[in-house]
């Protein structure tokens, strides 16, 4: 079999429950509240003073509990200070995950959090000044979860050993949106439900089934759960040989941040 290492993919991090130096409200407020109305006016420019800093790990294991740390600089005084600082996980059911309210003696803020994550999220922070409204900070890029091991098309005739990726939606839209831009140029769509993975390694085309006798106990004793982010999507040209494909980068576009919710 050779083997053939490849690139990929996105990001996870975040969700649920919290730990904190505040007093936190009442979760059935949270849980009740409307997250584009807690978003809505946020300045999402960035202020030495009032924009939260969220430290949070940049690699996690999925579903894991993780230590949130946040932040804001202003010092102020009685008339100026930060009054109620809201954690938000998006991609969670309970979308608000944590609310701490602070009296005009507390000054800076900062609460520290430990929150069950949802597999692919990232955690944004509402800090409410008592002058200057809402200010909108926001953690680390999505990155997506690695884990699993398989074969294509079945145990019996493998072809294909893959590493599973994490089924996340922007994964699924982003497969979609390259679906249907190729189209036009006589691409056919995949008719096949998507499934994500990364290709380690293909059996030789002379290869007999008896080669493989206990693969399938080898596949399930594989253990592999990571996270690492995407770049860029590449458009890839293979060329089969003799020996080990060679791969040559075409055209490569490079991911770009995507821009703070909430109209912001």
């Known amino acids: 079999m050779c ?11 975040l969700a649920s429950s919290p730990v904190a130096a505040a007093q936190a409200a009442d979760p059935l407020e949270s849980f009740n509240r409307p997250l584009a109305s807690l978003l809505a006016g946020a300045h999402t420019a960035s202020d030495h003073q009032h924009t939260p800093r969220i430290q949070v790990p940049h690699i996690v294991e999925m579903a894991n509990e993780v230590m949130v740390t946040v932040s804001v600089p202003l ?12 954690l938000i996980d998006e991609n969670s059911m309970v979308q608000v995950k944590y609310v701490a309210t602070f009296s005009p003696q507390a000054r800076p803020v900062q609460v520290t959090a430990t929150i069950k994550m949802a597999k692919n999220s990232r955690i944004k922070a509402i800090a409410e000044c008592s002058l200057h409204g809402k200010w909108l900070g926001v953690s680390e890029p999505i990155q997506v979860g690695l884990g699993g091991c398989g074969v294509f098309p079945d145990q019996h005739r493998p072809r294909v050993l893959w590493l599973g990726i994490e089924k996340h939606p922007a994964l699924e839209l982003l497969a979609n949106d390259v679906e249907r831009a190729v189209a036009p140029f006589g691409f056919e769509s ?3 439900p998507f499934q994500p993975h990364l290709t380690l390694g293909r059996a030789e085309k002379r290869a007999r089934p ?17 996270v690492m982010p995407v770049a860029s999507v590449d458009l890839m040209q293979s060329v089969l040989g003799r020996g080990s494909p060679i791969y040559t980068v075409l055209h490569r576009a490079v991911l770009q941040p995507s821009a703070p919710s909430g109209g912001h």
Do not use: P, Q, W
């Open 210 to 226: 008896g080669d493989f006798r206990g693969l399938d106990k080898l596949v399930a004793r594989v253990e592999f759960a990571a």
């Open 190 to 192: 995949e008719l096949r």
């Open 75 to 86: 010092v102020g005084d009685e008339k100026h200070y930060i009054r109620r600082l809201i």
């Open 3 to 13: 083997i053939m290492k490849a690139l990929v993919v996105l990001g996870c991090l």
